[in-house]
């Protein structure tokens, strides 16, 4: 896609007197011949917005946290990183992949010390477990 600046047209001018108005099936036949063409689409907007009354009362209750203008970006950054240890030390249980007899597991668990042994695939770091390890691509490879 290449963006080039629209060709030079003529403006259109004001016809005055009464209002034109086309129905959809003329509308069609207009967009069809013409190459250039303006359309004003009127909508009615409802601006009514109701707040419930829990919001307002929290809102008032706390108004210290709610600042009157907002941040032009956002907050810096702070030395202080938290973390959540599920227990000092504790390391996340490997237990064989579940729906496999033993000799299933077995086979699973040389195939990928093979893999990694060759380098084929590496040692993951992440905590979560994903069951789709070793499923063909879908271009059967």
Known sequence: ?????????????????????????RFEEELDESQLVYVLIGKE???????????????????????DELLDGLPPLHDIQHRIDLGPGAVLPNRPHYRMNHDENEELRRQVEKLLAKRHVCESLSPCIILALLTPKKDGS
């Open 1 to 25: 896609m290449v963006l080039v600046p629209n060709k030079e047209t003529e403006k259109p001018t004001y016809m005055g007197g009464e209002t034109k108005l086309l129905t959809l099936a």
């Open 45 to 67: 907007v409802t601006a009514k917005v109701t707040i419930p009354t829990a919001a307002t009362l929290v809102v008032v209750e706390f108004i210290e946290v709610f600042p």
